[in-house]
Structures are given as C-alpha cells and as structure tokens.
C-alpha cells in the first residue's frame, strides 16, 4: 500500500472511532441517571508552550459506559506562548496533529478515578530549510532548499488518575511508553553530493530520508469540563 494511503486510511480509523462512539452510544439520561458525565470537551495546557508543535490541544471524552470511554483531541497550531522553540532552521512550518484513545476505568467512583489507555497518534509537519545535509542511500547531500515533510505514526500505552472537583470540573493526569515511525521527504532544489562527516554522518532529526522506528515516553496533564453533571 502507497505512504499516502496508508496515511489516509489511519486517519480515517482515528475519526471513525469517535463517530461511531456518537452514532451507536448515545446515552438515555432517564436511565443512566447515575453516570457522572457523557461527554466531557478537554484541554491540554502544556501542549501551549510544546517546543516543537505548539498549540491549543482541544478534546472531547465521549463515556458511553462508566468504564469506559472513547476520547479524541486534535491540537490547533499556536506559537505565540511558546517561550523555547527548537524549530531553528524551519521556515514556514504547518503541523496536523491528531490523538485517539479507548481509555478502561479502574473501579470507578465519584471522587477519584485511575484507569488504563490504548492511544494512536498522527502528525503530519511541513516546512522548509536552507542550506542543510540530506543522508539517502548512505551518501550525503547538500541542497539549498528542500521542503521537508515528517509523518509520525505511533500508538502508546497510557496509566492515567482522573480526579474530580465538584460536579462540573476534572483533572486528569496520565503517563504513557509506546513506540512510533517517522517517515520523512526531502524535496530538495540545488542537490549535489559531498563527503561523509561527522556532521552528516548522524542521522537525527531530518537529515535523515526515510522511516525509522522510535520509543515514545509521555507524560501530560489535562483539564476536563462536564456537560452533563451527575444528578
């Protein structure tokens, strides 16, 4: 299957997921009177100052059981609060980033709620540099410009602790280990091929062409608002 389908049909997955949590889970309120909240929309503050993909990371937590919930949170590119920016070098950089997850709650209460996470993640950069080392096919190349794209695809395993505060307002803390490819393109303008260094022998960031597999580690915070109050 081509990159770009592969692309689309992960993508595809992810929303399907939270639109079949709406279609097939809709709650009756005059039975379920008992169930802290249906949908609950969340933000994840810290995903403000990101270094890399800064932004106001928006959720929603759709509870169709009182184990269990399906959650989606796409995040909006934002740089303005970013005060450390490890884009140096990145000239016009536009990101899509999408996380999905079914998350089982652990002998839940009102009070205080721990629970487990399977979480896929999808982001989608692009931008332009000047000037830099392309490593492909074990040579090295110089260019004067190459649009730059990185896709990221990965899936995690997530332990989180939701607290809540009154009937309206949660804190939900998590941490997660997983693993991801990063797949990235040059397209480079001026290509001509120079000596294997130092410098352009390491194959960080993207001077690297091609997919590589990596470990993911995470650990975030966000804060969650309640529709629908417990009664």
Not at 2 to 11: A, D, E, I, Q, S
Not at 208 to 227: A, D, H, Q, Y
């Amino acid at each position: 299957m081509l990159p770009g389908k592969r692309t689309f049909l992960f993508v595809l997955l992810l929303l399907l997921g939270s639109a079949i949590s709406k279609a097939q889970f809709s709650p009756d309120f005059s039975r379920n009177e008992s169930w802290r909240e249906i949908f609950m929309p969340k933000v994840q503050p810290f995903m403000l100052i990101h270094p890399n993909t800064p932004g106001l990371a928006l959720g929603l937590e759709i509870r169709p059981w009182r184990s269990l919930s399906l959650q989606t949170e796409f995040t909006l590119p934002f740089y303005a609060l970013a005060f450390y920016n490890n884009n140096q070098g990145k000239y016009e950089q536009q990101f899509t980033r999408l996380r999905s997850e079914i998350r089982f709650y652990l002998d839940p209460n009102d009070d205080y709620e721990y629970y487990l996470a399977l979480e896929g993640h999808y982001t989608q950069l692009n931008y332009y540099r000047l000037n830099g080392f392309i490593l492909r096919d074990e040579r090295a190349y110089n260019y004067i410009r190459s649009d730059i794209g990185l896709l990221r695809l990965g899936g995690n395993l997530k332990a989180g602790y939701q607290i809540a505060f009154k009937d309206w307002f949660v804190l939900d803390g998590y941490a997660g280990i997983g693993l991801q490819s990063i797949s990235t393109t040059h397209t480079p303008i001026g290509l001509f091929e120079v000596p294997l260094t130092r410098e352009t022998e390491r194959e960080g960031g993207d001077q690297f062409e091609g997919t590589k597999i990596s470990p993911v580690f995470m650990v975030g915070l966000r804060i969650g608002f309640s529709f629908f109050p417990r009664y």
